[in-house]
T-cell receptor, first 115, second 115 residues
């Protein structure tokens, strides 16, 4: 069975600094996809970044980058130059490519950016 | 409207009531999903529809009944719920139910409280 673990229930970061949110996963399948979503207090899940298990390079999207280490089964999200608007819940999710498009989510990390 | 919309945004109901949650996507997607997000628990997939056919039901109690009349609309019919069913119910859609990079787009959710 797939499992996603986010070990940091809450984190603080100073505005303009970088922060890393941890995500580890467990799967025996070599083909999978990893997603990060942001959930502000409004409730909507906002897609941030995607990493495929066969992708040669780590994914980047603006201030977001994914530190993908398949040997360690980790896919940590790095947010550079934190902004106050980055304060939210962040969820890591995995899609097992042989099981359609169904996602398994981690428990989330609450990020709080301090001015 | 654009994206994925959900109505109502907030719902309070008694255990004997019958109500329905509505989700509509304006993205031309073929797959739609219902998720349940309870406090202190990971996001749980409830139902998946692909081209209006149900492809996944993660052992959800029968008091939750989904309906997908077309690829743009998804309903969740509720009856005789329990207080532990109080949660944020999120709807999502994606271009398909398979494929390599098949991002799910989420709606804002319905905050359900069962008294």
């Amino acid at each position: 069975a797939q499992k996603i673990t986010q070990t940091q229930p809450g984190m603080f970061v100073q505005e303009k600094e970088a922060v890393t949110l941890d995500c580890t996963y467990d799967t025996s399948d070599p083909s999978y996809g990893l997603f990060w979503y942001k959930q502000p207090s409004s409730g909507e899940m906002i897609f941030l970044i995607y990493q495929g298990s066969y992708d040669q390079q780590n994914a980047t999207e603006g201030r977001y980058s994914l530190n993908f280490q398949p040997a360690r089964k980790s896919a940590n999200l790095v947010i550079s130059a934190s902004q106050l608007g980055d304060s939210a819940m962040y969820f890591c999710a995995m899609r097992h490519n042989n099981a359609g498009n169904m996602l398994t989510f981690g428990g989330g990390t609450r990020l709080m950016v301090k001015p | 409207e654009t994206g994925v919309t959900q109505t109502p945004r907030h719902l309070v109901m008694g255990m004997t009531n019958k109500k329905s949650l509505k989700c509509e996507q304006h993205l031309g997607h073929n797959a739609m999903y219902w998720y349940k997000q309870s406090a202190k628990k990971p996001l749980e997939l409830m139902f998946v529809y692909s081209l209006e056919e149900r492809v996944e039901n993660n052992s959800v109690p029968s008091r939750f009944s989904p309906e997908c009349p077309n690829s743009s609309h998804l309903f969740l019919h509720l009856h005789t719920l329990q207080p532990e069913d109080s949660a944020l119910y999120l709807c999502a859609s994606s271009p398909g139910a398979g494929g390599r990079y098949n991002e799910q787009f989420f709606g804002p959710g319905t905050r359900l409280t069962v008294l």
